[in-house]
């Protein structure tokens, strides 16, 4: 069984730039969330994607935006990078009629 | 939105000694996780509780879904050094599939 993978480890983008994260989701999870982590602090819902959908959003502007494919992975969009958006971006996957999600290693996301 | 609480913000522990922390939400919540997350790594799952009551342990772990829903506790029996890293709490809302974490805390082992 393979675990939630994300890709890749570690980016460093200019203010005002786009960027794409990867997440494969865990075998047999057809859900998938991306959170954000600052430094020092507990992880921020960003979204969850179900079966192509977003299903859900946390308090996060238009310019963050996500695809899930037919084969449940998913990506992580951000447009007009700002510098606050510097932070751990994790992928965590779940079966829809299960609470546990299982997160991925992140990718660790700097803006200067 | 939820506000999560856990304390201690963190803890210094010696080797061999019991830990308990505590995270309290100002809402109601239907599941409480546990994760812990090492430097550099994403959250690992350690316990879920889904029952208001309900006492779960996995190893070393035990962890308590408060009564009143609105808390959990996480004990650490007999810590060793890899228990160091960031424990989080987290709870999830009925009809609502996202999960709200606290700040966490942060647990050294002097050895």
């Known amino acids: 069984e393979t675990g939630v993978t994300q890709s890749p480890t570690h980016l460093i983008k200019t203010r005002g730039q786009q960027v794409t994260l990867r997440c494969s989701s865990q075998?047999?999870?057809?859900?998938v969330s991306w959170y954000q982590q600052a430094l020092g602090q507990g992880p921020q819902f960003i979204f969850q994607y179900y079966r192509e959908e977003e299903n859900g959003r946390g308090n996060f502007p238009p310019r963050f935006s996500g695809l899930q494919f037919p084969n449940y992975s998913s990506e992580l969009n951000v447009n007009a990078l700002e510098l606050d958006d510097s932070a751990l971006y994790l992928c965590?996957?779940?079966?829809?009629?299960?609470?546990?999600?299982?997160f991925g290693q992140g990718t660790r996301l700097t803006v200067v | 939105g939820q506000q999560l609480n856990q304390s201690p913000q963190s803890m210094f522990i010696q080797e061999g000694e019991d830990v308990s922390m505590n995270c309290t939400s100002s809402?109601?919540?239907?599941?409480w996780l546990w994760y812990k997350q090492d430097p550099g790594e994403g959250p690992v799952l350690l316990i879920a509780l889904y029952k208001a009551g309900e006492l779960t342990s996995n190893g070393r772990l035990t962890a308590q879904f408060g009564i009143t829903r609105k808390d959990s506790f996480l004990n650490i029996s007999a810590s060793i050094p890899s228990d160091v890293g960031i424990y989080f709490c987290?709870?999830?809302?009925?009809?609502?599939?996202?999960?709200?974490f606290g700040a966490g805390t942060t647990v050294t082992v002097r050895a």
């Open positions: 987290a709870g999830q809302n009925p009809n609502d599939y996202k999960l709200s």
């Open positions: 809402s109601i919540f239907n599941t």
């Open positions: 075998s047999g999870h057809n859900t």
């Open positions: 965590a996957s779940s079966t829809r009629d299960r609470t546990e999600a299982f």
